[in-house]
């Protein structure tokens, strides 16, 4: 697995949006931090993307702070990968995984 470069975000906290923030960490593991509004109801569905979205494209030693503000499924995937690419800089991302 590949690890990111560097910090990065993406996304507002408007309503309806969200903002994903991410980072490299020392240990082998993807770390998930999220606050909603719909948490209680959408918590465990916003992670599984999260985290199913990170494994595609191999990459660990992460932490991702998640803001949802009520975004649907693929506006948190683009915000993630919108991170993710300013992350990696100029390294190739393989987006054909997901």
Not at 6 to 24: C, H, N, R, W
Not at 45 to 63: A, C, F, Q, Y
Not at 77 to 84: D, G
Request: aromatic share 6%; charged share 35%; hydrophobic share 40%.
């Amino acid at each position: 697995m590949s690890k990111i470069k560097k910090s990065a975000y993406a996304g507002t906290l408007e309503s309806s949006d969200v903002f994903v923030q991410i980072e490299p960490i020392e240990e082998d593991k993807i770390k998930i931090e999220l606050q909603s509004s719909v948490e209680e109801m959408y918590g465990d569905d916003i992670r599984d993307s999260v985290k199913n979205v990170i494994e595609k494209l191999g990459i660990s030693h992460i932490s991702v702070k998640v803001q949802d503000k009520g975004a649907l499924d693929y506006v948190i995937k683009a915000r993630l990968q919108a991170a993710i690419l300013r992350a990696n800089e100029d390294e190739k991302i393989e987006w054909e995984k997901l």
